[in-house]
């Protein structure tokens, strides 16, 4: 993909730094992650229902659709198997996991959106952990972390990626789709150190980002796969 090649050259971590002792108001956002691809028979009802609860929770649910590279669907680049196969195997598509919870797969697709609902209300109900903010300015984006409990892992990843929305994709022989949320790269996947009262301001360049993206970062125990918090930043037109 020759967009994910460009817009990883003009990533730049600056530093780490520790932020001021400080306090943040905030919540436990929940990330949404669903493998599918365009001529996946059943995908579509899932993509309708986290669509629809995008929009019933607003800021606080956040969709990443991987689209596999299954059948001719070249929507996302090839590295998105590898966060396949740091999930599952088998099973098939679509897989939807919720801050790392998963997968859930419905085989009534008209029970997609109240189960969704149920796991979302589930990650929402927990413990917030830790606080994560985005602060924008000029071309740089702050990236504020604040642990406010305690936590035991000792790998946690904070991982940044963009999705691209209204994407246009049509293939011989199928359906003409616009797709919403795709997955186009991970730039960045940071091990980090934070204990309880500890904060971290990580600022990230980015230059003449492109109209329609979204920059989605999250922080992940990549020992239980459990997502911590997320945050994003949208671009629009």
């Known amino acids: 993909m020759r967009f994910n090649k460009i817009f990883i050259i003009f990533l730049l971590i600056l530093a780490?730094?520790?932020a001021p002792k400080r306090e943040f108001k905030g919540e436990r956002v929940v990330l949404g992650e669903l493998f599918t691809f365009a001529r996946c028979p059943y995908c579509p009802y899932a993509e309708v229902s986290l669509e629809s609860l995008r929009k019933e929770f607003k800021d606080s649910l956040i969709v990443v659709a991987y689209h596999r590279r299954l059948l001719g669907d070249t929507l996302s680049p090839e590295d998105v198997?590898?966060?396949?196969s740091f999930y599952y195997e088998e099973g098939g598509e679509p897989a939807v996991f919720f801050n790392g919870s998963g997968p859930i797969?419905?085989?009534d697709p008209?029970?997609?959106?109240?189960?969704?609902?149920?796991?979302?209300?589930?990650e929402r109900s927990k413990k917030l952990k830790v606080l994560l903010n985005l602060e924008e300015s000029n071309d740089t984006i702050k990236i504020i972390l604040f642990a406010c409990d305690t936590l035991l892992s000792r790998?946690?990843?904070?991982?940044?990626l963009i999705t691209f929305d209204s994407l246009f994709f049509k293939q011989i022989g199928a359906k003409e789709s616009v797709y919403h949320n795709v997955y186009r790269g991970f730039l960045f996947n940071q091990k980090v150190e934070l204990n309880y009262g500890d904060s971290l301001i990580i600022p990230l360049y980015l230059p003449n980002p492109l109209k329609k993206t979204k920059l989605?970062?999250?922080l992940q125990d990549f020992n239980?796969?459990?997502i911590l918090n997320s945050t994003f930043y949208h671009w629009r037109e």
């Not at 198997?81 to 396949?84: K, M, S, T, W």
């Open 16 to 18: 780490c730094s520790e």
């Open 81 to 84: 198997e590898e966060r396949r």
């Open 105 to 107: 797969r419905s085989e």
């Open 110 to 122: 008209s029970l997609n959106y109240s189960i969704y609902k149920e796991e979302i209300l589930k």
């Open 155 to 160: 790998d946690l990843r904070l991982l940044g």
């Open 216 to 218: 989605v970062v999250f």
């Open 224 to 226: 239980n796969k459990e």
